[in-house]
């Protein structure tokens, strides 16, 4: 699983979780509510029966599911801190022993570290928190000082909510949803999103649930809102376990999906642990020789080519946070596994080109041999070393298809890409996954946003100057990286198809110019009288099929590996990512929510790429070569 960080340590259950690696069940329950409740008792009757059902089933969805995920199951509670239902749920949530509490706060006290459930201005006591310390599960938006007016403030709480929740539980009088960030507009979000709702309704006797699958007969959510009530169904723990299992759960049918078997061969076949000896010592052995035969082939036909950049470290404050550091330590641990498993690959088809070219030219090296010398120990001898390299090409080709190899590195490079993304857009608040999305498709993504999941929200006190210096790292890192990145890709792809390119022409050239010769030397032997060795003939067929075999190679090079669309592709990805630095702009002079949205296109324009790549390599599986 996921190895330790080198950033600074974290305190607390998720900082030990996030140091051992694991990729534990975390599920986020968001809350949203009235501040005025006429009847408290009531309201705490109803609240206690709807989070119990959630203890319920969530416990049945860890046990369904705990073959897939490693530590305890976990549940965390997103919640304000506002008068009337917030601090009955927040109570109810701890004295049922459910989970952690994580508290967000829209404004921030002027000159002070008090934060405020209302407008600061209104000078009400009622809805001034005293902030738990620092390291504690909480989330503080200084609103003014990121230039959001009253709604938008109450608007980024509900946002962060709904983004981060896999269940809301919303006590709602079915009234207006049109305020911004009140509890109709978060519900709303929330619908949108596609999450399960435990709607509480002022009056009512119990609590209900909402099947978002129910909502397919209204073309909007809003719609749907003015018939909530048909929709609702009772709420059962079972029901409400069953819809959370289809969200959390990995995807797969069966020992036999795709999928499931793809997620359990990664996870049981660590290519960076060693086996014990002599198998460790072979696999050590490989890893520097064979296996470093693509990166010195790309280090001499890529040619000469800029150097990479080094990014600015990680803002310290960033670098601290529990939920960074795991990001960090999984994407870490997939790219490493990912570069690991390209170079395996890649050098596998390197190999299987150079021993077919190895194996034609000892096939065809006993012609040279003089005319008149028996013949038997040459043709042997080539033919053991040719049955030799055979052998050994047919054994490399079978270990990469029963190894999946291609497969398990486009695994590997998707989800650390992806996990990249996230790393790029956690610390300002969301994920591109936070638009309405059905439940994940691949176990790339579930995993990733199991690793998401269980990171939570970034915590403390997030104002201009931290917004600002944690965007213009993500920016840095993301934006730059990549543009860098992709300009560096396209120079060396470029670089290698011109030599591959060269190479194939010049075995071409040699064919042509030795056929030629010896048709000349034909043409002329009647007029001459000069008859030509024995060896030169040798020569001729050596060459013929020497030449053709290199030619071959280069365009199975090609036709793995895709110099010539890497490049093209490479250098439409650098122009972009260089249009959205530009778009971007000076981050400090920037609103808020423009910022987001550019680095939001940009995370979604990492993971659409190694979508793709994704399944360009899918189609281009390891060719033996004859």
């Not at 501040?35 to 989070?51: C, F, N, Q, S």
């Not at 619908?191 to 709607?199: F, H, N």
């Not at 592709?569 to 400090?588: C, D, K, N, V, Y």
Request: hydrophobic fraction near 45%; glycine fraction near 10%; proline fraction near 6%.
């Amino acid at each position: 699983m996921d190895p330790q960080t080198n950033s600074a340590p974290a305190s607390g259950a998720d900082a030990g979780d996030a140091a051992e690696g694991r990729l534990p069940l975390v599920m986020t329950v968001g809350f949203t509510g009235h501040r005025v409740i006429e009847h408290p008792a009531e309201a705490e009757r109803l609240v206690g029966e709807a989070l119990t059902a959630v203890g319920e089933a969530f416990a049945a969805v860890g046990r369904t599911q705990a073959a897939a995920f490693d530590g305890a199951a976990r549940l965390r509670l997103l919640i304000g801190a506002a008068p009337g239902t917030d601090r009955i749920v927040a109570a109810a949530w701890r004295a049922l022993e459910l989970g952690q509490a994580h508290l967000i706060y829209p404004f921030r006290e002027p000159g002070g570290l008090a934060a405020y459930t209302d407008d600061p201005r209104k000078a009400d006591a009622e809805t001034r928190v005293e902030t738990p310390p620092e390291g504690a599960a909480w989330t503080g938006l200084d609103s003014a000082s990121l230039g959001l007016e009253h709604d938008q403030a109450h608007a980024e709480v509900s946002r962060w909510i709904v983004r981060h929740a896999d269940l809301l539980v919303a006590w709602w009088n079915g009234e207006s949803s049109h305020a911004a960030g009140g509890t109709g507009d978060t519900l709303r979000r929330a619908l949108e999103a596609g999450l399960p709702v435990i709607w509480i309704a002022p009056g009512e006797p119990h609590p209900r649930l909402v099947d978002p699958a129910r909502l397919g007969h209204h073309a909007e959510a809003a719609e749907a809102m003015a018939h909530l009530a048909a929709i609702a169904e009772p709420l059962d723990p079972h029901r409400l376990a069953a819809l959370l299992a289809s969200a959390l759960a990995p995807p797969g049918h069966g020992a036999d999906d795709a999928e499931e078997k793809a997620r359990r061969d990664y996870a049981q076949v660590d290519p960076l642990r060693r086996q014990p000896a002599p198998i460790g010592q072979v696999q050590a052995l490989l890893d520097h020789t064979l296996w470093r035969a693509f990166a010195l082939f790309e280090a001499v036909a890529g040619g000469a080519r800029s150097r990479s950049r080094r990014g600015a470290g990680s803002p310290s404050g960033l670098a601290r946070q529990p939920g960074f550091q795991r990001l960090r330590a999984a994407t870490n641990e997939a790219a490493v596994r990912a570069n690991h498993l390209s170079s395996v690959h890649r050098s596998e088809q390197l190999l299987l080109v150079v021993i077919a070219i190895a194996a034609v030219f000892t096939g065809a090296l006993p012609a040279l041999t003089a005319s008149g010398q028996p013949l038997a120990t040459p043709h042997t001898l080539a033919a053991a070393v040719e049955f030799t390299l055979g052998v050994t090409a047919f054994f490399i080709a079978a270990a990469a298809r029963r190894r999946h190899r291609h497969r398990r590195w486009s695994d590997a490079r998707r989800l650390a890409e992806r996990l990249r993304a996230a790393s790029a857009t956690w610390p300002l608040g969301f994920d591109i996954a936070a638009a309405r999305l059905p439940p994940p498709a691949t176990w790339t993504e579930w995993r990733a946003r199991a690793v998401i999941r269980a990171a939570g929200p970034p915590r403390g006190w997030i104002d201009r100057p931290r917004f600002d210096a944690e965007a213009s790292w993500v920016a840095d890192q993301l934006i730059g990286g990549q543009a860098d990145y992709h300009a560096r890709q396209r120079q060396i792809a470029e670089h290698i198809e011109g030599f591959t390119r060269r190479v194939e022409g010049a075995a071409f050239g040699v064919l042509m110019l030795t056929l030629f010769g010896y048709l000349v030397i034909g043409w002329t032997a009647p007029y001459t009288g000069w008859t030509p060795p024995h060896w030169v003939g040798g020569l001729v067929t050596l060459v013929s099929a020497v030449a053709p075999a290199i030619g071959a190679g280069c365009l199975a090079l090609e036709a793995t590996n895709g110099f010539g669309e890497l490049a093209q592709h490479s250098e439409h990805l650098a122009a972009e990512f260089a249009r959205m630095r530009q778009q971007l702009g000076g981050i400090e002079t920037q609103p808020y929510h423009h910022v987001q949205a550019v680095i939001r296109r940009a995370a979604q324009l990492v993971v659409e790429d190694a979508d793709a790549w994704r399944d360009r390599v899918l189609r281009r599986r390891i060719v033996r070569g004859g």
